[in-house]
């Protein structure tokens, strides 16, 4: 019986290394594909702000994100432009980016950088992961603190649920909240903890890499600054199903 049992503590011991090395190199892949989206002010120190993450799809020159990442307004007697941070730490280059399209339903945009292409990712299709199903995220999480050095979480999916938009009061209720709560919209809620800085990362399928839902928000227990020290665990995600939507709704060609 000891025998027995010893052998399947090998079996099992051998399966999650293997599956262990397995992960470790969906990851490799997957880094050179994950950007970082902001603003870059020549004349201004520093120069690069980051507000949040994205990653390249298509044919290396269009980035996803979510739409609350793109700055509002630019200053252009700064000569401030949106930009695209590609790389890790201080190698990191600047990319011009223009917007194609965004989706304030889904909270999505797509963008198109200059200069050679990008390693792309693959989009999973636009079928529904079941609850359960295992996944990682790659992004920068507090990137404007901890700089453009692109972090790896995972967990799993915890649930199918329609999309919530909190408020603390009946009196911040808008007209389009109102008609978004009418008529909802499936999004993935999540056995994994994000922070500020992982809005637009790539939530990707732990075994094949493939992209199945962008990371949009956390649920916040009492203040922003308590994400940090006291993360709820709860974060959203828009399925890529929607991605696709936009892309065909739009005729982009990737």
Not at 10 to 27: G, R, W
Not at 155 to 162: F, K, L
Not at 192 to 219: E, L, R, W
Request: aromatic residues 8%; proline residues 6%; positive net charge.
């Amino acid at each position: 019986m000891k025998t027995l049992y010893g052998l399947l503590l090998i079996l099992v011991t051998l399966v999650s290394t293997h599956s262990q090395a397995e992960f470790v190199d969906v990851v490799a892949k997957v880094k050179p594909s994950v950007v970082g989206i902001g603003i870059h002010t020549p004349t201004s120190q520093p120069q690069n702000i980051l507000r949040g993450t994205g990653f390249v799809i298509g044919d290396g020159h269009y980035v996803v994100t979510n739409a609350h990442v793109l700055p509002l307004e630019l200053d252009e007697s700064l000569l401030q432009k949106m930009a695209v941070f590609i790389g890790s730490g201080k190698q990191a280059k600047v990319r011009q980016a223009q917007i194609v399209v965004t989706s304030d339903l889904y909270d999505l945009a797509i963008l198109k950088i200059s200069g050679s292409p990008l390693p792309a990712m693959t989009l999973a299709n636009g079928n529904f992961k079941p609850d359960g199903s295992y996944i990682a995220f790659t992004g920068f999480p507090i990137g404007t603190i901890l700089g453009l050095y692109p972090v790896t979480h995972r967990g799993m999916i915890a649930s199918v649920t329609p999309t919530v938009i909190p408020v603390q009061s009946a009196g911040q209720m808008t007209l389009k909240m109102l008609k978004r709560m009418r008529n909802p919209y499936l999004v993935y809620q999540l056995d994994a903890t994000a922070y500020p800085g992982n809005s637009g990362s790539a939530m990707y399928d732990m075994k094949s890499g493939k992209v199945v839902g962008i990371i949009n928000k956390v649920f916040v227990q009492e203040t922003k600054e308590a994400v940090i020290s006291k993360p709820s665990g709860i974060t959203y995600a828009i399925p890529v199903k929607y991605l696709h939507q936009i892309i065909r709704e739009n005729n982009i060609k990737l």
